[in-house]
């Protein structure tokens, strides 16, 4: 008789309808030995206000702006930005079609959380994080009447790449739609043409039924690791009740499940491995600017937690080799990923020493 397939041990490939690709699971092999590090990442003293930090209140920025003694969240155009809203002239055309460029224009911002240094979005009160999830809304809003995409993103610890501990996030608005987005885009709309239902509202619809890859939830969120996840413990965060085309869409009471339910999430990251979990985290909505009068119906509000942590706080995933030149591949499903994070404490581990 032949061997039935058990999706957590046998090999397979998983389809990302999101963006065309595939992944290859190999469960199998979590059965290898290890003799690699396991330790906690050593924990580093960082000050709660640090004159020289030029993310911190009060302190002098590198262009000699001074910021202001702000209390809650606080936004400025960064000093070193990868866009200019203008001065760059036109490539022209380069006479074959392999050289293309065209214009890129745009801006670049910082958003600090919190006044303070020495804290993170899953230690803040939910008020606080409410406040950025507002701030997050106000800046769709005023770079979204200008730009047809707006990337908030978190790179959130040193191993990402993450140069200062003041809890922020950055800011990037272009008038152009970048690679990611505008892959998703191109897919959302393809499933929505073909089943008449956005993908996303369809996904979050069915892994609510389902239950078997869901992290954290609320009335109005699911935190899940997808079916097609590539990062050992990634997550997509996604509404559960409605369809919402981007963050300004929020009301109040699901502006507040949203801070609850992140404070949750990246509690429960912390606590896999009792470290401040690193990631590179970002919104992806319906595009703005000249779009906004566009039908963005296939479109789902959604934001995607890239950790690359895997076995303990100083052993990563590395995205090489076969990875690189071939597809994807992860060792832990993304149903045992999911079943590890649900299963943590709900409290942060600072909190529960701090009890004890």
Known sequence: ??????????QHVRFN?????????????LKRPWSGQVEKAAEVSIPRHDPKNPLCPRATRANGKVNPDYSSTFLFENDFPALLQEGAPQ????????????SAVGTCQVMCFHPWSDITLPLMEPSDIR???????????DLGAKYRWVQIFENKGAVMGCSNPHPHCQVWASNFMPNEPQIKDTHQRQYYAEHKVPLLVEYARMEAEKKERIVVENEHWLAVVPYWATWPYETMLLPRSRHILRLTDLTPEERDALADIMKRLLTKYDNLFETSFPYSMGWHGAPTGESLTEDNFHWQLHAMYYPPLLRSATVKKFMVGYEMLALPQRDLT??????????????????RSDQS
């Open 17 to 29: 309808p999101l963006k065309g690709e595939w992944v290859l699971v190999s469960p199998h092999r």
């Open 1 to 10: 008789m032949a061997e039935s397939f058990d999706a957590k041990e046998h």
């Open 131 to 141: 406040a950025v999830i507002d701030k997050w809304a106000d800046i769709i809003t």
């Open 91 to 102: 490539p022209g055309p380069s006479g074959h079609p392999l050289f293309r460029a065209e």
């Open 334 to 351: 993304a149903e045992q990923a999911a079943e590890k994070l649900h299963n943590l404490p709900d409290m942060h581990y600072k909190q």
